[in-house]
């Protein structure tokens, strides 16, 4: 069943995706940022806003609003491409041990991506909970706002998460 994906422009859009294969490809606290780095960058391209977001080792979620309809999917091809040229460039320098074990022939990025479409207030609340509570399920951390890699430590502890985090309305 293929799974129709709606842009509407006045909804937030929790989106995922995920490393190739999902290898851990975003193990390392360098390959994180340069996902962070991109996030930022493109929500400013394009005059978007972030609600949330985590990077986990494997893969990604964040929750993003538009306000113009059709940007979802340039956004998400955009941030993909430029991160993807950015990790590559990192394992092939400054990673060089860990480039070696895998394959940089190889995407970073699955090529596609899951998106839904937040539409009350109730999915809003349920969709950060379960984003930031993805370090504490994967044992990388007792408490979401320990995780150095996501906006809970902005919610919880008000600290910078180097994207501009908007909260709902």
């Known amino acids: 069943m293929r799974r129709t994906k709606f842009d509407f422009g006045n909804h937030a859009y929790f989106v995922t995706f995920s490393c190739y294969r999902r290898r851990k490809l975003l193990d390392h606290d360098q390959a994180k940022q340069i996902v962070?780095?991109?996030?930022?960058a493109q929500l400013k391209n394009q005059s978007g806003t972030c609600i949330g977001?985590?990077?986990?080792?494997?893969?990604?979620?964040?929750?993003?609003h538009f306000q113009n309809a059709g940007s979802l999917s340039i956004f998400i091809n955009q941030w993909k491409r430029r991160s993807s040229i950015q990790l590559k460039n990192l394992y092939r320098t400054h990673l060089a041990r860990y480039g070696l074990k895998i394959d940089l022939k190889?995407?970073?990025?699955?090529?596609?991506?899951y998106v839904f479409n937040?539409?009350?207030?109730?999915?809003?609340?349920?969709?950060?909970?379960?984003?930031?509570?993805?370090?504490i399920r994967a044992?990388?951390?007792?408490?979401?706002?320990?995780?150095?890699?996501?906006s809970a430590r902005w919610y919880l502890l008000g600290k910078s998460v180097g994207v501009l985090i908007t909260p709902p309305k």
């Open 106 to 113: 190889d995407p970073i990025w699955q090529p596609k991506y």
């Open 139 to 150: 044992d990388l951390v007792d408490h979401a706002e320990n995780w150095m890699f996501g």
């Open 118 to 135: 937040i539409y009350s207030e109730s999915k809003m609340k349920e969709k950060l909970a379960y984003m930031h509570a993805n370090p």
């Open 53 to 64: 977001f985590v990077i986990m080792p494997d893969h990604v979620h964040a929750i993003i």
């Open 36 to 40: 962070i780095h991109f996030l930022a």
